[in-house]
């Protein structure tokens, strides 16, 4: 009798499965894990920073080229100048007077080619943005272009 | 959810029988319950995920869609008919500044003068080999006859054409296979520009013509030409298609009021069995231009073009088209008869079958490519039209498809030999066998539907994943909002043997044609994200801060602005004075994606400016009244916008305030 009655409620359980055919069927894309926005403490270099320069790949005389930064001028007043002093004197962004003996020249220039991600993870971006708050815009500097403002940067410290 | 323990299970079934009883009564009622009893019910179960696209994730498919009335194309996403962009293309947007910037004012301008709206209906995207490019979407301003030309780097309007010797252009903008022309049939026949159109109405027969216009598209730049018109006897053209592949060099344009009525039309243009497709040999057309055939014809027209470089439109008036007269030259057109004011007008992927959709009939004539060449070729015809020959209907006949619903509107194709056809009076659409004219499969629509689309479903591949209906009759489909309501599409699956409805998306204004891209194609087209700053050639850009300036001409001032990341400069103005007319030329310094500008100051009589990366924009402002003039960012663009702001000050006439401009200096407070 036990089994009869299990046998019922099976079928009742198919018809209501069943019955309106295609009900459940849920194709909605695949879950993908979220990707952790922590950064990863052991990789990140805070010296280098993020982004293609390193060491390496960037080389800065201890005399200064003046064609560099005569060019790199001319990126700053259209890219630049809108938010940073050449003082010490905070505008949108941080005065650039000094910069070059803070950072390093590939911090420098992975931080201006590759503002954002380096806004999530850099330890001293993200306090210069909680001074600022407004986030570095990516001005789409190429790598001459980097390397023009860093050598104008120079000259505004004074090198020679 | 069933999942029961064998305790439990145990437990269950000693106490209820009786209960087990009852849920196998009610899951009969759920079974009951399925039958479809009205329209929502025509849904079934998996149509939601069929349509899903999760949130970040892109949709397959972008379609460009009509706007109808509004003047505009909106552009949406599928399968999850999520509206991307409206793009301004023939009326004015006060969003974007369309019409109302300076630099885009000329974009509007005809031989009328400024037009603020129109009417725009079909859309068709460039072609190479008879597939979809995805360089150029083309539309149609039906009300003052123009072409206009969307480029899909910047998703913007980059030329509008106007087109003489026309009223209303419906039939157009339809393209060849290789963009070679858009073409651009008139709806309404009149008395051509160059002749005194002052004549009586009731001579239609005598003094009334109808043109059709070869727009040449050049490859590279896209830029719009009229290389020629086909002057034609006094009808309406109202939809046409391309021959494809084995009839490329041919053009099919739907015609009625064949009867060249000119009052009453629903009824006056009704009363023959059949109106006409013309067939149109173009390649013979333009050898009759290189021979020198063309008559040279004083006309004006509009021509504007848009800068990217410039950032501004100029507008040029052209006096001059090359008209072919299609009665004289007896080679180029050619009548087939059509049953019943024809609308759509269809060209199968191969380019052998030509689809006439007669909107009064209950059958679907489909015509044979070849078998219109040699009924040609054999002279079978029954007499002329206005010195055209007709040919003869079962001449070029390949078959009927008999009792396929009411009211055939359109045809779009899946490449797979089916025909998928619009029935507008009995509100469905019916998918057919285009070999054996047999009906396969039938799907209602709500309400009354227009335009079908298919993604490539004009073109000799098409993506058959998705079809659109276009409605022209909303109801009940959504939640009313008062007497006008939101236009209505529907989405169907037809990737299987069964039409399946899957989603109902609202459209701006009223959609009539739609076309459609797989996504891949549009978005790896080279989008453009910012205009470069080093290329902005706009006369009045400042290219950084110390370029900003404001200087005077006589009464006409200008301010050569910019905007960042969050202020603009020069941000305080003095000695502005009633009578000035005021130039704000802004140029937005941001050089990253999707951080544009806005710019407004109180009073402005027209509108505002949203100015994309890169670009210059300027706004005329004419100050009506002494005082100070608050003006400010209105595109939120940082933590810091509600402080993007500045102050205007306002002098009588005459008044000896000196011109001046500043940024961030601090003056001694005074009085």
């Known amino acids: 009798m036990k089994r009869v009655y299990f046998l019922l409620f099976t ?39 993020e982004g293609k320069f ?54 420098i220039m992975n931080f201006i080619t590759n503002p954002d991600p380096m806004l999530n993870k850099d330890p ?26 860093l050598e104008f940067m120079r000259k505004n410290d004074g090198i020679k | 959810m069933m999942v029961l323990n064998s305790k439990t299970k145990l437990t269950f079934m000693k106490k209820m029988v009786f209960q087990s009883i009852a849920v196998i009564f009610s899951a009969l009622m759920m079974f009951a319950g399925c039958k479809p009893k009205n329209s929502a019910d025509a849904v079934s179960g998996d149509a939601a995920a069929k349509a899903y696209v999760a949130p970040g994730k892109y949709d397959e498919f972008y379609n460009f869609v009509s706007g109808g009335f509004s003047g505009q194309m909106s552009v949406y996403g599928l399968p999850s008919g999520r509206l991307l962009r409206v793009i301004p293309v023939f009326s004015v947007d006060p969003e974007k500044g369309w019409g109302y910037s300076e630099e885009t004012k000329p974009m509007l301008n005809t031989s009328h003068g400024f037009i603020p709206w129109d009417d725009l209906h079909h859309t068709e995207l460039s072609q190479t080999n008879g597939e979809i490019n995805g360089k150029w979407i083309f539309a149609n301003a039906n009300n003052t006859p123009r072409l206009a030309r969307i480029d899909l780097k910047t998703f913007r309007t980059a030329e509008i054409l106007e087109l003489p010797n026309s009223g209303g252009n419906h039939s157009s903008p339809f393209g060849t296979e290789n963009s070679e022309y858009i073409v651009a049939g008139t709806r309404f026949s009149v008395p051509p520009d160059d002749v005194n159109g002052d004549v009586p109405i009731s001579s239609y027969k005598q003094n009334f013509k109808g043109h059709i216009s070869f727009v040449s598209v050049e490859p590279t730049s896209g830029e719009m030409k009229i290389a020629f018109q086909l002057k034609t006897p006094g009808v309406n053209f109202d939809l046409a298609r391309c021959g494809r592949a084995k009839s490329h060099g041919w053009f099919f344009f ?24 013309m067939a149109v040999n173009w390649k013979k057309a333009e050898e009759y231009i290189k021979a020198g055939k063309g008559k040279k014809q004083t006309v004006k027209y509009a021509h504007n073009v848009y800068s990217d470089v410039t950032h501004t439109a100029t507008s040029t008036i052209m006096s001059e088209v090359t008209v072919l007269d299609v009665a004289e030259l007896k080679d180029i057109c050619y009548f087939i008869p059509c049953p019943k004011s024809p609308h759509g007008c269809d060209v199968d992927p191969t380019g052998e079958y030509i689809v006439g959709s007669g909107k009064l009939a209950a059958l679907i004539p489909v015509f044979s490519f070849d078998k219109l060449q040699q009924a040609i070729a054999a002279k079978s015809y029954d007499g002329d039209f206005g010195g055209i020959p007709v040919v003869k209907y079962e001449a070029a006949l390949y078959g ?35 070999k054996d004219l047999k009906v396969v499969d039938r799907v209602p629509t709500y309400y009354s539907v227009g335009h079908l689309c298919i993604p490539g479903g004009n073109t000799r591949k098409p993506s058959p994943k998705y079809l659109i209906a276009y409605n022209k009759i909303t109801k009940d489909r959504y939640l009313p909002t008062g007497p006008e309501l939101a236009q209505s599409a529907q989405l169907y699956d037809i990737s299987g043997d069964k039409m399946q409805m899957i989603l109902d998306f609202p459209t701006i204004g009223e959609p009539h044609y739609a076309q459609a891209a797989p996504a891949d194609l549009i978005r790896n087209n080279g989008q453009l994200k910012i205009f470069k700053i080093a290329d902005n050639k706009h006369h009045y850009a400042a290219k950084g801060e110390n370029e900003t300036k404001v200087v005077r001409e006589g009464n006409k001032v200008h301010v050569y602005m910019t905007s960042i990341r969050s202020h603009f400069s020069p941000d305080n103005i003095e000695g502005i ?42 706004l005329k ?47 001694p407070e005074t009085k």
């Open chain 2, 400 to 434: 009927e498809v008999k009792k396929p619903g009411l009211g055939p509107l359109h045809t779009e194709f899946d490449g797979k030999g089916n025909a998928y056809t619009s029935f507008f009076v009995s509100s469905e659409v019916v998918k057919w066998n285009i």
């Open chain 2, 254 to 277: 739907s015609c009625y009021n064949t009867e060249q009525a000119n009052t009453l039309l629903e009824v006056n243009a009704s009363q023959k069995d059949k109106d006409f497709i």
């Open chain 1, 11 to 49: 079928c009742t359980i198919s018809i209501l499965i069943f019955s309106c055919g295609q009900s459940n069927n849920n194709t909605a894309g695949s879950s993908e894990k979220p990707k952790s926005m922590v950064p990863d403490a052991e990789s990140y270099d805070p010296k280098r920073g």
């Open chain 1, 54 to 107: 390193s060491a390496d790949n960037v080389k800065v005389d201890a005399k200064l080229d003046a064609a560099l930064a005569a060019t790199g001028e001319k990126i700053v007043n259209t890219k630049c100048a809108s938010c940073h002093k050449m003082s010490t004197e905070k505008l949108v962004g941080p005065g650039w007077a000094g910069v070059t003996t803070r950072r390093k020249p590939e911090w």
């Open chain 2, 621 to 667: 402002w004419t100050p009506d009244r002494v005082g100070m003039f608050p003006m400010y960012c209105t595109d939120f663009c940082s933590a810091l916008h509600q402080e993007m702001q500045g102050y205007v000050r306002v002098s009588p006439a005459g008044s000896n305030v000196p011109l001046t401009f500043s940024l961030g200096k601090v003056v």
């Open chain 1, 124 to 149: 001293e971006a993200k306090a210069m943005l909680e001074l600022c708050l407004v986030r570095m815009p990516n001005q789409s500097l190429t790598d001459d272009d980097a390397r023009n403002i």
């Open chain 2, 577 to 618: 004075k009633m009578g000035d007319e005021v130039y704000f030329h802004v140029t937005n310094l941001e050089q990253d994606w999707d951080v544009p500008h806005g710019f407004g100051i109180k009073g402005a009589a027209n509108a505002e400016l949203l100015i994309m990366p890169g670009e210059t924009q300027t």
